[in-house]
């Protein structure tokens, strides 16, 4: 970034304002056209064909639940209530099994997911020029699973946006390996010192959460993290020593 | 038909962060939202094919950026390319903040869309030019011809070009 850039880049870092309302994953899977007055004339007429007809699908679902729920007590808002998958009354009928049906009997030795672990993370070493922190993914769940490749990191400021970019991958994968229950596997985080010259770091980069998506996974976990940020590299997970 | 793993973690976790960047190319809240609702509801039948870590924000931001492109070559839209700005603001001016983000906010719409795409995901976004080539689809060359392009128009703006020649005042 030239110093120009660099500039536009603080000033819109500093203005942009944060949203009045986030979107409820709820209110778009449900398909609900937005009550907001806008230019545009309704985001469903400009949605590509498959996507519209998921959001119809998932419309029924939930339209299911709610009956199931409420018992009739509100009518489902309008725009849901063409397709039903069954002529029923019954609600449970309504819900796919594979809404109903609890995701148990998980077979042994899948790959890690995220929802079975837990993040730490250790002192950092200094070195001259690098910080190395090294975090640990413990198996938090009952069963054994596997895990190979590398995590998704990155570090994320107070507004939960990604500073710089997401940490490169440093080496090769190491082979695919067990992580038992209460077992941890690692990987280590290094990042440049930002007054080095030449690095493109502003000092100012400074995060307040990391986020790392484990091998394989698209959910990520955080937990909260002041670290300087600064062309940062990420190694492969191991098993921990 | 359920959701696919992953995606309502990702809609809290990240629509914030969506939304002012789609605030950013689009200059108001409402059009922001339906451009975040239309990109996540593009990506997500897709979603479990998703495979890499990092893939949802890549994903989701290229949805976002082709959808807003494309928006804004339908004549409907309406949009009004304008060079005028609010009045200069006083140095000290306690509401210097909020009249600063207008004429941030009126003089991004004096950008081209592409322009605006491309210092949203170089300047707010911090990704590098290849990252920024790739969200978009086009050409690295083509996204440094867009930033330098968009940097001599912000700058020929009066109330900007002292900010961005002095930086952001403290």
Redesign the interface.
Known sequence: ?NP??Q???????????????????DA??AGLP?P??????G?RG???A???A??V??A??STGLVVASRDHQSPAPAGQQQPRPTTSASASTVV?P??AASPSGQTAKTTCQ?QSLKLDRTKSEGTAGSTYVTYYLTNIGSITCTMYG???V?FLDA????????ADRDGHANARFDVAPGQRAQFVVRTTDPSIPGTGCSPSWVSTQIQV????????L?IPDTDRVCNLTVTATKRAS | VTTPDGFEEFVRARSRALLRTAWLLTGDWASAEDLVQSALASAWPRWAALRSPDAPDAYVRKIMMTTFLRWQRRRWTGEISTGELPETVAPQDPFGGADLREVLRRALQTLTPSQRAVIALRCFLDLTETDTAAALGCSVGAVKGQSARALTRLRRIAELSDVLREGVPR
């Open positions: 970034m120009t850039e500039r536009l880049s603080e000033l819109l870092h500093q203005l942009t304002p944060e949203p009045p309302n986030a979107i409820s994953p778009l899977s937005k907001v007055a806008s230019r545009h004339q985001w400009w949605m590509p498959a996507a519209a998921a959001v699908a998932i029924v679902v796919p594979s809404v995220t590398f995590p998704g990155s507004s939960g946006n990604v500073i710089q970019h997401p998506y484990p091998p394989d996974q698209t959910t990520a955080r």
